[in-house]
């Protein structure tokens, strides 16, 4: 793995880990609104397996594969996003957010090619759920524009992060490595699942 990619994953762990969860919603304004959006997707790790694995299975398809996916997702994120903030309800949010890691990671974990059409619908259907917990967890104080704009950057950025590690799959020992953190992320998901109420 090259130092930068080394670089970039260790910074989102260190964002990760030095930011104090009441700054999530505890900022008013242009940039509060951001920095609250931002750090919505980083401190759930629900949000962050499922968006490491989507990078993950990106790289691990290829082109196009690879782009198309963390674009189509927070493209449908914020769709569900803006769903959220204006108070539509959509059921069983929760269980959507936990199945899309347990669905995402076995898909990498067993190595799963699915036409391009198929990994892009199940990705945005995925995106729907994510960006309405966003979306209805908006804090009262900040913009919404903002706000969405903070989380769909963080999405992003976890996409990147997955893509970054999923680089790796060039070597048989670095395919293995993606589907073992593939399993891993699908575990994630089933203990999410288990946790809901």
């Given at each position: 793995m090259s130092r930068l990619v080394t670089a970039f994953i260790l910074t989102i762990l260190l964002i990760v880990v030095a930011t104090p969860p009441v700054s999530a919603h505890g900022e008013v304004g242009i940039a509060g609104g951001f920095m609250s959006g931002f750090m919505h997707p980083l401190l759930g790790w629900d949000?962050?397996?499922?968006?490491?694995?989507?990078?993950?299975?990106?790289?691990?398809?290829?082109?196009?594969?690879?782009?198309?996916?963390?674009?189509?997702?927070?493209?449908?994120?914020?769709?569900?996003?803006?769903?959220?903030?204006?108070?539509?309800?959509?059921?069983?949010?929760?269980?959507?957010?936990?199945?899309?890691?347990?669905v995402l990671g076995?898909?990498?974990a067993l190595a799963a090619r699915t036409p391009i059409w198929i990994a892009t619908v199940i990705a945005g259907a995925f995106a729907v759920f994510h960006g309405h917990a966003h979306g209805t967890e908006l804090p009262h104080a900040v913009n919404a524009?903002?706000?969405s704009a903070g989380f769909v950057?963080?999405?992003?950025?976890?996409?990147?992060?997955?893509?970054?590690l999923g680089l790796i799959i060039r070597w048989p020992?670095?395919?293995?490595?993606?589907?073992?953190?593939?399993?891993?992320?699908?575990?994630?998901?089933?203990?999410?699942?288990?946790g809901i109420n």
């Open positions: 949000h962050v397996a499922a968006m490491v694995a989507v990078g993950l299975w990106g790289a691990f398809l290829g082109v196009p594969a690879i782009w198309l996916l963390p674009v189509v997702f927070p493209l449908i994120m914020a769709c569900g996003g803006a769903i959220g903030v204006i108070g539509v309800p959509i059921p069983g949010v929760e269980i959507g957010i936990a199945l899309s890691a347990i076995s898909m990498i524009l903002t706000y950057t963080a999405t992003g950025l976890l996409h990147l992060a997955g893509i970054s020992i670095g395919k293995i490595a993606v589907q073992v953190v593939g399993g891993l992320i699908a575990c994630a998901g089933l203990a999410f699942l288990i």
